[in-house]
């Protein structure tokens, strides 16, 4: 398998500007997240999903972002409008809760708002 | 609420010598452990795992790690580091039924010659 894909690894875009970040999770796996690195914040939990359904989306900074898992595989996170303060590298993982495996990540999208 | 507590931030060690990170966590039940580590502009890579059993395990480039139930720990240990070795390590913990993963601020870890 190839690992998680994500895509794009950069995006720079203005502020205002909607951003849509793309998620291949490993094919049989049963659980993704995305979480978002700062300098300030380290790692943050975003959202995750279980067999497709969200779990949790307690993390999600505000109205404007919203995350879909439309299939087993493919998510999307998505920021309408973004904000320069959205700039951060966002991750997406996943893993099989049956049997139990960690997370494996993947390479991280680079986003920057200008 | 669960927590996991990584209380260095910063670690300098020379090549060779050994390297132990702390991480400490707040967790009821019999948690899962995981210790990531990331390079440089790099996504993160699983070094090792505790689920049950011996809480003494092994994991790749050398590292290992002890669970300690009595003190709610974790901690991380090589031998003789590496300049590749150089990179923030994570610990996280498994927060809920449903895989629910927790991280801990990092540690950075800085190898001198």
């Known amino acids: 398998d190839a690992g998680v894909i994500q895509s794009p690894r950069h995006e720079v875009t203005e502020m205002g500007q909607e951003v849509t970040l793309r998620c291949k999770p490993i094919?049989?796996?049963?659980?993704l997240f995305w979480y978002r690195q700062t300098m300030m914040r380290g790692l943050e939990l975003l959202i995750y999903?279980?067999?497709?359904?969200?779990?949790?989306d307690s993390g999600m900074p505000e109205d404007r972002f919203s995350a879909k898992m439309p299939n087993a595989s493919f998510s999307t996170l998505k920021i309408q409008p973004s904000e320069p303060r959205d700039s951060a590298v966002y991750f997406c993982?996943?893993?099989?809760?049956?049997?139990?495996?960690?997370?494996?990540f993947g390479q991280g999208t680079r986003l920057t708002v200008v | 609420a669960q927590s996991v507590t990584q209380p260095d931030i910063h670690i300098t060690v020379s090549e060779g010598a050994s390297l132990e990170l702390r991480c400490n966590y707040s967790y009821g039940a019999t948690p899962y452990l995981f210790w990531y580590v990331q390079s440089p502009g790099q996504g993160l890579q699983l070094l090792l795992k505790?689920?049950?059993?011996?809480?003494l395990v092994q994991g790749i480039k050398g590292f290992e790690a002890e669970f300690k139930r009595s003190q709610s720990s974790f901690n991380l240990r090589k031998p003789s580091v590496h300049w590749s070795d150089a990179a923030e390590y994570f610990c996280?913990?498994?927060?809920?039924?449903?895989?629910?993963?927790?991280f801990g601020a990092g540690t950075q870890v800085v190898v001198t010659p």
């Open positions: 505790y689920f049950s059993g011996d809480t």
């Open positions: 999903f279980n067999n497709n359904v969200p779990i949790d």
């Open positions: 094919s049989g796996h049963d659980y």
């Open positions: 993982a996943s893993g099989s809760t049956v049997p139990f495996t960690e997370a494996f």
């Open positions: 996280a913990v498994v927060a809920d039924s449903w895989g629910k993963l927790q």
